[in-house]
């Protein structure tokens, strides 16, 4: 197995199959991304990111598409070009527009600006703001 | 001026002492974080930061409180003690509730995860995310 | 010099050289990775880097092979795509299984969700695990 | 709710309650560490933490010392302090020693290089790395 | 709008043209960088990065090849590959040479391996380096 | 041995004296900040570190007070709180302004902004950057 092979439905083991046909079921589209044909080559790993994506993203208490924006501005944040890519897609699906890419982004820059100053400038959380 | 100093308003530079005056009656509080007193250290790097976090946090096409949860997601995945230390205190008095909060840590923590995923994994960006 | 150039053996510095033909010998390979072919630009640069990777990964009070699976952690966890690429077949060389390498990425997933659970929760470090 | 505020036993939800014990129980520990004591603000967060620890880092292919060791280095690359300190504690439990601690931290400066380096020079991943 | 597509001048809005010719006339090159065209999606925010980038960047205290070595070595500890071949491009224009670049390269790699030694071992900061 | 544990002078192992009274030396301070002190729990390690940052942030082709600069804005970036105050003290030491930090932790700012930029928005590197 290789650095980045992708493994397609026939070559699949069945647990990760029956990942591949939920993926599909459940975001209606007609095959899966590279990410998951490339993580299908340890099956249980996939099947348990699978599982727990579902239950984090649900919507609760914050709806999907702020649950989509603040994992998509962690990838941003994290430098993960694969991640920015396809949850940027995965934003657009739930409704996330082009202006709100564009703020969340800036947030993002302004976010990791703060904190670099915050290491900086060194001074110790508030009374406060701890207990 | 030593690492972690804070300044207080009467030993502020003009220049600081106006953006502290900004920062009370913007947020109607008594006096300004740690973090503001620190940065005081340098006006005008202040004073740049606090112009831009006003231009980049007013609500838009995204609400003060959704960018509230962007800010503070990103601080806490980029392991800022002290800003997710303010962030978290900010959220609130934007009416985030711990409810919220819950899901956002889950979300970072996913989104990590994920992250890691795809370095290990090594896919390549599928071609319908690209141009 | 551009970014990515990659300088073969021929065209390489006498310094530059020695280190391709070290690791040759020492891993048995036929050429050495794009990595060195890269770093050879700057030839003493590469020699430290190659000097220090042997003091560092040679088994000691660790084995070679849970020394591979360190490094290749932190660079999963670091979101390196390169050295993730290089040092799983470093470490499928020195015998690690895919069975290992899937629990291994399992747990930098899980390392850097708990990381971001501290900086949220941000408890102080337990007398019991300070002097 | 404030920052780091820690939440004993008596006063913490029957669900981190039922979390606590079972943190008591399995370590043979008097007490839990302050990082549960603070993540019981959210108990489901902090139940799912706790189930999702206990089956990654169970012996499997690789070893709980082995697991840990890993755990602990990307904590230590991720620049993550409390968990570099638990982590190094749980470690010693588990039976690591001082100078098997001293090469996994050479060993995450090694690769901290190396990934930087990989960036520098920004060769591209090798065909036989790649399928 | 997908991800990596590249806008170019002729379908660019008028306010992303304008900062095309800013950066044209000001670097003296015949077409901007593909971070450009992509950023161009977003005109705003890219109006506001340039406006940014010439103001933190002109040269004040520090002089501009400083400035850009600075800029480079954060992007390099930091992954950004398109920033670290961008800004290398950058730096060479303004004068840095291949041995400036290579000192720069193994400062990134020290300091990350101390910065790691830091956390690890963990000690406080000096009473005499805080107030 | 704990967690952040300061080891004196007098409770040193010989190797680690020796660095001791070599950073005195070097440096001309009456004691060695606590960073060694807790480095000396593992004396090969800190040998090993001490030697190689003499050879690395010795002047060269850049002057130690660039050096040292380019080793604090990695460590602001990384968010090292230990590392940033250190290192701010020691710029100081070699004759950094007030001005020149002030400008240095702008820059790095601005460059975690951008590299999150270039990470959303995606480019791939322009081939006049490549060879």
Redesign the interface.
């Known amino acids: 197995?290789?650095?980045?092979?992708?493994i397609n439905y026939e070559d699949a083991a069945p647990e990760a199959q029956a990942v591949f046909d939920d993926i599909k079921t459940k975001r209606g589209v007609p095959d899966v991304?590279?990410?998951w044909?490339?993580?299908a080559?340890?099956p249980?790993?996939m099947k348990?990111?699978w599982d727990?994506?579902q239950?984090?993203?649900a919507p609760?208490?914050?709806d999907a598409k702020?649950?989509e924006?603040?994992?998509l501005?962690?990838?941003?944040?994290?430098?993960?070009?694969?991640?920015?890519?396809?949850h940027?897609?995965l934003a657009k699906g739930k409704g996330v527009?082009?202006?709100?890419?564009?703020?969340?982004?800036?947030?993002?820059?302004?976010?990791?600006?703060?904190?670099?100053?915050?290491?900086?400038?060194?001074?110790?959380?508030?009374p406060?703001?701890?207990?």
Request: glycine share 8%; with cysteine; aromatic share 8%.
């Open positions: 197995m290789k650095y980045g092979q992708l991304n590279n990410a044909k490339a993580m080559r340890h249980a790993v348990r990111f727990r994506a239950q984090v993203m609760g208490a914050l702020t649950k924006l603040i994992y501005a962690v990838s941003v944040a994290n430098g993960c070009d694969y991640c920015s890519a396809s940027t897609h527009s082009e202006e709100e890419l564009a703020e969340m982004v800036e947030i993002v820059g302004l976010a990791l600006q703060g904190n670099s100053y915050a290491t900086f400038y060194g001074q110790d959380v508030d406060a703001l701890k207990p």
